[in-house]
């Protein structure tokens, strides 16, 4: 096992700012607006909230320097995910269906 090279992360921190962020998202899930735009609230802190697990308790913000297969590795998925959704539209119905505006 490699050892680590830099400074450790508050983890502490983090693991309460993550608490935060959820606090959040359950006091947003009560206010009173269009569904798909609470919709488009909550997935981006989840977003957020994925990217702060991954960097940090997964370690990958210390393994960019290491090689550009981590950018294969993040982005290969949201790649798929944007096929895999733009090939469903013409079985889920109309693209304006799905925006939140």
Do not use: S
């Given at each position: 096992?490699?050892?680590?090279?830099?400074?450790?992360?508050?983890?502490?921190?983090?693991?309460?700012?993550?608490?935060?962020l959820t606090g959040v998202e359950v006091w947003?899930?009560?206010?009173?607006?269009?569904?798909?735009?609470?919709?488009?609230?909550?997935?981006?802190?989840?977003?957020?909230?994925?990217?702060?697990?991954?960097?940090?308790?997964?370690?990958?913000?210390?393994?960019?320097?290491?090689?550009?297969?981590?950018?294969?590795?993040?982005?290969?998925?949201?790649?798929?995910?944007?096929v895999f959704a733009f090939g469903?539209?013409?079985?889920?119905?109309?693209?304006?269906?799905?925006?939140?505006?």
């Open positions: 096992m490699a050892e680590f090279e830099g400074k450790h992360p508050n983890y502490w921190f983090l693991f309460v700012l993550l608490g935060v947003a899930a009560n206010w009173d607006l269009e569904k798909k735009t609470l919709v488009v609230i909550l997935v981006a802190f989840a977003l957020v909230k994925a990217g702060m697990v991954a960097l940090y308790f997964m370690h990958l913000r210390f393994e960019w320097a290491k090689g550009k297969i981590l950018y294969v590795i993040v982005g290969a998925p949201f790649i798929l995910v944007l469903l539209l013409p079985d889920v119905g109309k693209f304006t269906d799905f925006l939140p505006f």
